[in-house]
């Protein structure tokens, strides 16, 4: 039991006290876990080669019959379930699908792209990619290609039927639009027609297979419109055509805001990303808990893995910000994690299964700036280093604005069961404590920040942690707050496991510039998420090594930048858990800088 309670208390600003979405109706899987990876036929996987093209006849129809896939994402080394949308005229080969010829030689083509990666990455992995129709349809924006709505149906069925050559256990689904009432997105109702009551172009069967409904709602530079008109739609689709009520639907680009190189302020601090976790409680609260709640509602996504540019390095609708750092030779490029990237790996610290939080402010509505969400996990082999957990998420957000005033907060856990070695531990981000925006600012908005200034906004990237400290015997902990808007809190509870940490593996660079190097390793065995920090160590001669990263993180990647630009050498990672037990080393690595 938890309850969240607006108090009259008043202290200093921020934290005080003792400091991937795919839910479902009773279960909620953690949202920051399911990342999608919206990939385009045309510019990641075909490419053809005047040379090395053969033609073959289908059906009569003489096609081009091979491609070159000259570029390729490796998703295997991903942890991600991934959106895979089939769109692009690769060299410019297709240009109408009212051709009969072009169609079948698109369904080929579909064809050979599935093939591909079951072949590479296996039919297990594969089918729980979401491959889905062309972007937004209705924006006419076809890449040259004629797509006429007769079109849009041809290469409907082309796709469907391309992706069941493969292999029947394929998803396909769409038609990754807003879907407004007719007699606008004429392209979203014409496909869902087809699929309920239309002919298949190459079976000339009745009705065409809908795996899901993917829909694209925003905001409108607030929260709760998305969910509005997510049931709008939705009801509308419904009523129309019954037999799809049970479909699951996909909300793969739920931003607050259309348009992600339009720069906004709000965009470059804390405002984003408790606006995102906002969002999340919201469909938690208002869909998934809801008994009366007749939509399948299984997929929360949004489209922000963009990459910024000048002069906009923080403000663009991205994870990151990007430098393009041109005074060096060669030039190269820094990234700077914004703070709604951070929030998605604290998202990463909620359980499974969702529990009852009750807002007790005074007045609390659907749209309240103060919410929380809470959750629970059990872990699923006993005995190892898994562990029972409890995490309440709370967040203080008006949107899209800021505000001087704070909303003092009292958060009570109740019947917490006592067990040994339990304890707790907070994250808090504020736009003080967890803004590397604001501080580039204070440098002056440099094009090109020195290394220095790097390893300062670099050292702002983290929410502020406080703990493990120890859950009160008698089974109830208070934390008092006083949250500013945008604020966030998390409070995560763990058990101490029966085991230590698993070893960190994977362990890899990628060079920056001189002087720099990215560290990045994996976290697949290490089978817990009661993490206090990463230790990465660096020897230039195989024999001491010395921690280098002199702040806890429970990111898996770190940025070496050393003033005596010495980076080659040898590096190992570990994983520190709560209880100040290290998992075993990863393998040595050796990184040895080019110059």
């Known amino acids: 039991m938890l309850a969240l309670c607006r108090t009259r208390e008043s202290s200093r600003s921020g934290y005080t006290g003792s400091w991937s979405s795919s839910p479902s109706k009773s279960r909620m899987e953690n949202p920051s876990t399911t990342l999608l990876i919206w990939t385009c036929l045309l510019t990641a996987f075909g490419r053809m080669d005047s040379g090395l093209v053969s033609y073959c006849c289908i059906n009569n129809y003489i096609i081009l019959c091979s491609y070159n896939f000259i570029y390729g994402f490796n998703l295997a080394d991903l942890k991600t379930v991934s959106g895979f949308?089939?769109?692009?005229?690769?060299?410019?080969?297709?240009?109408?699908?009212?051709?009969k010829g072009q169609v079948v030689a698109w369904r080929h083509l579909v064809y050979l792209i599935a093939q591909r990666y079951i072949g590479k990455y296996g039919l297990g992995y594969v089918s729980q990619w979401n491959f889905e129709t062309w972007n937004e349809p209705n924006n006419h924006d076809f890449d040259n290609v004629t797509v006429s709505i007769q079109g849009f149906l041809n290469y409907y069925d082309a796709c469907s039927e391309g992706l069941r050559d493969a292999?029947?256990?394929l998803k396909f689904g769409g038609p990754g639009d807003s879907c407004h009432t007719a007699p606008h997105s004429l392209y979203c109702w014409a496909m869902l027609e087809h699929c309920y009551n239309g002919t298949n172009f190459f079976t000339g069967e009745r009705g065409v297979r809908l795996d899901f409904i993917a829909l694209h709602k925003k905001g409108g530079g607030h929260s709760l419109p998305i969910t509005q008109e997510e049931v709008a739609t939705v009801t509308e689709i419904q009523d129309r055509f019954p037999e799809f009520r049970?479909?699951?639907?996909?909300?793969?680009e739920a931003d607050p805001l259309v348009g992600w190189s339009t720069p906004q302020t709000w965009r470059g601090d804390v405002t984003y990303a408790a606006m995102v976790v906002k969002v999340i409680s919201q469909h938690q609260d208002l869909l998934i808990r809801d008994p009366n709640n007749t939509i399948n509602y299984t997929l929360l996504s949004n489209d922000n893995a963009f990459l910024s540019y000048h002069p906009y390095p923080f403000t663009q609708r991205t994870l990151s910000a990007r430098f393009q750092v041109n005074n060096t030779r060669p030039p190269h490029v820094?990234?700077?994690?914004?703070?709604v990237l951070t929030v998605m790996g604290l998202l990463a610290l909620l359980g499974e299964t969702q529990i009852l939080a009750e807002n007790l402010v005074e007045g609390a509505s659907e749209n309240s700036t103060v919410g929380v969400l809470a959750s629970t996990h059990e872990p699923l082999t006993p005995g190892a280093s898994d562990s029972w957990q409890a995490t309440v998420l709370v967040y203080n957000s008006d949107d899209n604005s800021t505000s001087s005033s704070t909303n003092p907060v009292r958060i009570q856990l109740k019947n917490v069961p006592s067990q040994k070695g339990l304890v707790y531990v907070t994250y808090y981000m504020d736009n003080n404590v967890t803004n590397p925006y604001r501080l580039w600012q204070d440098m002056g908005e440099p094009d090109f920040p020195t290394p220095e200034q790097f390893r300062q906004l670099r050292r702002l990237e983290d929410p502020f942690m406080e703990g493990p400290l120890p859950?009160?015997?008698h089974g109830e902990l208070i934390v008092k707050a006083n949250l500013p808007v945008p604020s966030i809190l998390l409070i995560h509870v763990c058990v101490q496991p029966k085991a230590e940490p698993g070893?960190?593996?994977?362990?890899?660079?990628?060079?920056i510039t001189k002087g720099q190097v990215l560290v990045v390793w994996k976290d697949h065995c290490i089978n817990s998420k009661c993490i206090m920090s990463y230790e990465v160590e660096y020897s230039s001669v195989q024999s001491t090594f010395q921690r280098i990263n002199d702040y806890n993180t429970i990111v898996t990647s770190f940025v070496y930048s050393p003033e005596n630009l010495e980076v080659s050498g040898w590096y190992r990672v570990r994983v520190v858990d709560y209880w100040r037990r290290a998992g075993a080393?990863?393998?040595?690595e050796k990184y040895s800088e080019e110059l």
């Open 85 to 99: 949308e089939l769109m692009g005229s690769v060299n410019n080969h297709f240009s109408n699908f009212e051709d």
């Open 167 to 169: 292999s029947p256990a």
């Open 471 to 473: 859950f009160p015997s």
């Open 585 to 588: 080393y990863s393998l040595t």
């Open 334 to 339: 820094q990234l700077i994690r914004k703070p």
């Open 503 to 511: 070893q960190v593996n994977g362990l890899r660079f990628i060079p």
């Open 246 to 252: 049970s479909l699951p639907i996909y909300n793969d």
